[in-house]
């Protein structure tokens, strides 16, 4: 009994920090973005890029806490951000992160999944290791590797940004957001795998640096995200109003959208007004919602938000394929949009 107490406490060190830490970023987020079925996805998806890693990059890491050969200190710090990176990349593919703090979160999330499964598989490998070495893993290693992921997010979604908030019809992805926050996370990833014979210096440079810097994309992402609440609820709600009264809302999205309506028969007419009607209304109610969350108090009318999603799939359905998309491709409501209402149907369970 007495020799698995150490043990324990070795995995403790080892798995327990950068999860705490990662629970923290979560209980800070102003929105509460993130539902604890999408951070254990999260997780997984790190397990899944560590995994996938180790056959290259585990076998040639010489020892530990950090490696000492050219690959732990110049190589590994390439592959491994990369193979971390396809998971970011995915969830801007499909949409999945809306603001900053999202992205932030999302990247910790993964890195720390990373690292989890990383040092089990130590754990497993090297048992004889002392107290310190897991001690570096789990305060340093770990902590690094969700921050430069962290990093890597928050700077693709500054490059994505002029893309995601305007016309989804318009929106064209670019690997080229990536690569600037990958260099930045290479470096990081870099400089902390430079202090082989110091890695006490290492881990107190990642457990000082990570919550500093992530703490400052929060402050600056909350304030970003408030003040695109404050101004797109206006313009959102501007819309619904206009087409209640009956009028289309001015701009190029109203007057393209009001021909393609004089072309259809009346009814379908009468069901693209609607349809629009009805995803200003949500996507207005979901940054309201938001602004709520923000400020202690939010709300959401659960009855009168589901009967809105099921009357705009019912006109999705009567619209047609075809006519549907068309309607789709003018709408001028951007992916940031789209990822709002998905937040606001996530709401409802």
Do not use: C
């Amino acid at each position: 009994m007495s020799a698995m107490i150490p043990e324990v406490a070795h995995w403790g060190l080892a798995l327990v920090p950068v999860l705490i830490l990662l629970a923290l970023f979560v209980w800070l987020d102003a929105f509460d973005l993130m539902s604890f079925r999408e951070i254990a996805l999260l997780l997984l998806l790190g397990g899944v890029a560590a995994i996938a890693v180790y056959p290259v990059s585990g076998r040639l890491i010489d020892t530990l806490p950090i490696g000492f050969s050219g690959y732990s200190r110049f190589v590994a710090p390439w592959l491994e951000e990369a193979v971390k990176a396809i998971a970011i990349i995915g969830l801007f593919w499909f949409n999945r992160i809306g603001y900053k703090l999202d992205a932030v979160i999302s990247g910790f999330a993964i890195g720390a999944g990373f690292s989890v499964v990383e040092n089990i598989i130590y754990l497993t490998i090297f048992p004889q290791y002392g107290t310190g070495t897991w001690l570096v893993r789990g305060l340093g290693t770990a902590v690094m590797h969700g921050t430069t992921l962290a990093m890597l997010a928050a700077v693709a979604h500054e490059l994505a940004e002029r893309e995601t908030r305007q016309s989804a019809g318009d929106f064209d992805f670019s690997l080229l957001w990536f690569l600037p926050g990958y260099l930045i996370a290479v470096a990081l990833h870099t400089t902390f795998n430079q202090f082989p014979d110091r890695p006490m210096l290492a881990m107190m440079g990642a457990a000082i640096f990570a919550p500093i810097a992530i703490m400052a994309v929060f402050q600056f992402g909350t304030a970003e995200a408030e003040r695109w609440l404050v101004v797109e609820r206006a313009a959102h709600q501007a819309q619904f109003d206009a087409l209640k009264a009956g009028q289309w809302p001015d701009g190029p999205s109203g007057t393209k959208i009001a021909a393609l309506a004089e072309r259809l028969a009346p009814e379908n007419a009468r069901r693209v007004r609607r349809y629009w009607e009805l995803q200003a209304w949500l996507v207005a109610q979901a940054e309201e919602a938001m602004i709520e969350e923000a400020a202690g108090d939010v709300s959401v009318d659960k009855e009168q938000v589901a009967a809105a999603f099921a009357e705009l799939e019912g006109l999705r359905r009567a619209l047609g394929k075809s006519t549907h998309s068309a309607l789709k491709a003018l709408l001028p409501f951007s992916r940031n949009d789209y990822w709002e209402v998905s937040e606001l149907r996530q709401r409802l369970s």
